[in-house]
């Protein structure tokens, strides 16, 4: 416990609690898009229908018809051959990485993450004391010469990363980057774990395919409908070959036996009488006139010198300082100004990121956008002049 980091994003939530505060800093879906009534209509559908069985006990892999969605969509959005048997409900994606790790960490493992990389996974892999090796982020994907290089150096046991809107960057892998990444890996025994929290929120081109589809059976997929219909359920799963899933349920059932049974009929409910595809598409054009909007308004605000990511998806953009701007010191000024962050230091295993920040677009409204950035580029002016 004494080498796991607190949550960054989850002490920071806690100064933000205030009404008059703008926060970037939480990875949190805009309220405004869930689909409350539709949801209502669901749970109410369930426990007309279904009541006794949603609320006893249930298996550890989950609702089957849930699963078998899960598993038609792979095929038909993403043209990848997976079997409901293949897919595992968790609490979260967040629990994918808690019960990856406990199959395949032992203290000291080798485990490659991206640089920056997401805090949550770092976070939960940390429980189980491997040794972080960061594989530094270019504008199209992770640096592929330096992952080679660590390959050859020692095969790590996983390599986790985010190929679409990374979190924190924004950046998407180029399908160029996803086909490398594969060779990279092939047959040196490491699982890409691939993390696709936000493969549905693209908002400019077409939607890349899977590293799996270069990879096989040498990758875990991980999903989510927290950021498609809503993150209070806590609704996510995990694909992965047999062997490997066998294992994960294993994880599982101590964990906690299966994941909340009344949860998973009321989003599968919903997902068989409603259009998620409408649905996601409405949340996309928010979010992508919430990115656009942001980005002007960091243009017009920020002094020169400051550089952002341009994200094609997702819920956040990356910022850069000019060197000697230590955003840790810029945010207890942002909170003056009654505007939150997260500072590029929270997402970096060895150090590093202290000129950047981590801003997310999704959740403020679009006055809370213009005014948090005027009042982040005002703080952002005692040090850049």
């Known amino acids: 416990m004494e080498k796991t980091p607190r949550s960054f994003i989850r002490e920071i939530l806690k100064t933000t609690e205030r009404s008059e505060v703008i926060s970037f800093a939480g990875g949190l879906p805009n309220p405004s898009l869930f689909a409350v009534e539709a949801l209502a209509t669901a749970a109410q559908d369930v426990m007309a229908d279904a009541g006794r069985a949603a609320l006893q006990y249930s298996t550890t892999e989950g609702y089957l018809p849930l699963r078998e969605f899960i598993a038609e969509r792979y095929r038909q959005r993403l043209g990848l051959s997976v079997n409901p048997d293949e897919i595992l409900i968790t609490n979260g994606s967040q629990q994918c990485l808690d019960l990856i790790g406990k199959i395949f960490l032992n203290p000291g493992d080798p485990i490659l993450i991206e640089r920056p990389g997401y805090l949550g996974a770092i976070q939960a892999f940390s429980l189980y004391e491997p040794a972080f090796r960061p594989v530094p982020l270019l504008d199209d994907g992770p640096d592929i010469g330096y992952l080679k290089a660590m390959q050859e150096e020692a095969p790590a046991r996983l390599f986790y990363g985010v190929p679409n809107a990374q979190n ?20 040196t025994g490491t699982i890409f774990v691939e993390d696709d929290a936000y493969g549905e929120l693209r908002f400019d081109g077409r939607r890349l395919p899977p590293i799996r589809r270069y990879l096989d059976d040498a990758t875990i997929i991980t999903g989510s409908f927290s950021k498609i219909v809503t993150p209070g359920l806590r609704i996510g799963w995990v694909a992965a070959p047999g062997e490997i899933l066998e294992q994960i349920t294993v ?46 308004a960091i243009e017009e605000e920020f002094p020169e010198g400051v550089r952002y990511t341009r994200p094609d998806g997702g819920m956040f953009l990356w910022v850069t300082l000019p060197e000697g701007c230590s955003t840790m010191r810029l945010l207890e000024i942002a909170l003056q100004e009654n505007v939150a962050f997260v500072p590029g230091r929270a997402f970096y295993v060895d150090g590093g990121g202290d000129t950047a920040m981590r801003l997310n677009f999704s959740n403020a409204s679009e006055e809370g956008i213009v005014e948090g950035i005027r009042r982040l580029g005002t703080a952002i002016s005692t040090f850049v002049r």
Do not use: C, F
């Open 251 to 296: 994880a599982k059932q101590a964990s906690d036996l299966h994941s909340n049974t009344l949860a998973q009929r009321i989003i599968a409910r919903y997902l068989e009488t409603n259009d998620i595809d409408a649905h996601i598409e409405r949340i996309t054009r928010v979010y992508r006139a919430h990115r656009d909007l942001m980005i002007a």
């Open 168 to 187: 924190p960057s924004g950046i998407t892998y180029s399908e160029e980057k996803r086909r490398a990444v594969a060779a990279a890996l092939a047959g």
